[in-house]
């Protein structure tokens, strides 16, 4: 699989690094390492699949042009357009017999997973609430970007990922999402959110740019217990805790595990792309709900 890298910022770095080798140009309009300045100047036979990691506003017509000309495409997170030009995207990889991932790879977090068979196996029975914390702090990174501070900010930035983790524990919801806080402390875009969604299991999730010590929470409630993830292995240590409820009440047995490891959420999401494109797919359908769900929220923050 020969892949050419569009975008050399901080994704693409991370990207460039796992796939070593199978990465035959870098193209960037600005950094002086890259070998092209577009990617309409690499000859389609040089390669078979593209990262796109490139800003938000240029992604889809970057996509668009890779699978028009039957290449594989994985695009950095989060994908956001119009229904309808998904559903075009989606199509396109129908006809032309390719490829397309939107990269999401907290999915690949091994506490995660190990939540997500916790689930599915009803360990923790009738689900009750879920409360996701995603903090992180880059404010003054990204006021400094000339393209980032803008727009949704910390919804569509971190919330995104807050809704992939969601969609992968408990499927879709069809509820409205409603946006509690929207702050912007620092930056001209929202820099701290809290929204939710009613239902069972009800979410509750908090992002934001200003949390000093990189820091992540999960945690899920049910009739006979619950299931804590306390940071992610590339900020580690990660820890999972599992309770099981003890009836009337009183203190719950617990398990606890603790990770501390390099992030290796980057080299499964590559290998799983790897894959996708050997066996066909898309997940472009994560889009269409996730985008659907931030679109919702969108004028609760005052942008449309």
Excluded at 87 to 100: G, H, N, T
Excluded at 226 to 239: D, E, F, Q, R
Excluded at 282 to 296: H, P, S, V
């Amino acid at each position: 699989m020969r892949i050419a890298l569009i975008g050399l910022g901080v994704q693409g770095r991370k990207r460039l690094a796992v796939a070593g080798d199978r990465v035959v140009a870098v193209v960037d309009p600005v950094a002086a390492t890259a070998d092209l300045r577009a990617i309409e100047q690499l000859p389609l036979d040089r390669y078979d699949a593209a990262f796109v990691c490139v800003p938000d506003a240029e992604k889809l017509s970057v996509v668009r042009y890779l699978l028009s000309h039957r290449k594989h495409v994985l695009v950095e997170k989060p994908l956001l357009a119009e229904r309808a030009e998904i559903q075009d995207l989606i199509e396109l990889c129908r006809a032309q017999k390719v490829s397309c991932y939107t990269a999401y790879n907290h999915r690949f977090e091994p506490h995660i997973v190990r939540v997500k068979r916790v689930i599915d196996e009803k360990i923790l029975g009738q689900l009750y609430l879920a409360r996701f914390f995603y903090g992180n702090g880059t404010a003054r990174d990204v006021r400094n970007s000339p393209w980032r501070d803008k727009g949704l900010g910390a919804l569509s930035d971190l919330g995104s990922h807050l809704l992939d983790m969601a969609l992968f524990l408990f499927g879709p919801t069809d509820a409205t999402g409603h946006v509690w806080a929207a702050h912007r402390f620092e930056n001209r875009a929202p820099d701290h959110v809290f929204f939710a969604f009613e239902g069972r299991a009800a979410l509750e999730m908090e992002a934001t740019l200003l949390s000093w010590r990189n820091t992540f929470t999960l945690d899920v409630y049910g009739e006979q217990g619950s299931a804590h993830v306390c940071c992610l292995c590339k900020w580690g240590p990660s820890t999972l805790t599992i309770r099981k409820r003890i009836l009337p009440s009183g203190r719950p047995a617990e398990t606890i595990e603790t990770l501390e490891q390099p992030d290796p959420t980057w080299q499964s999401e590559h290998e799983h792309f790897i894959e996708l494109c050997r066996s066909g797919g898309t997940n472009l359908e994560n889009d269409l709900w996730i985008g659907a769900k931030i679109q919702e929220m969108a004028g609760s923050i005052g942008v449309s």
